[in-house]
């Protein structure tokens, strides 16, 4: 099965489809993206970019809200914070890397840290 994810004008996912083998495959049995396209447009119109399950194309699985980066071919997840930013693989890393101490932290985007959430060990 293929997987299929529609933009809205601003390359925002809108949903994601799992669409047959049978209708993105050439004369030959390969798998081809603009097969699939084409089958998506035929049935429902809109933009579509096809989505990888496993992260194999992509970079991520395409979730409704991501958005599709053109610049580096890769799907998106909305940035969770302002200082956070986005590595090679397409990843939201904040500017300190989470404590290993094996304690539950959330970040604290005021103080640009992880804090320990109160009543975990």
Known sequence: MAHFAELDSNNVVLRVIVVANSDTADANGNEVESIGVAFCQKLF???WKQTSYHGNIRKNYAGIGY???ASIDAFVAPQPYPSWVLDANAQWQAPVPYPTDGKM???????QSWVVVEGMP
Request: cysteine-free; proline content about 0%; glycine content about 16%.
């Open 105 to 111: 932290y959330a970040w604290d985007e005021a103080t």
């Open 45 to 47: 119109g809109g933009n």
């Open 67 to 69: 958005t599709y980066d």
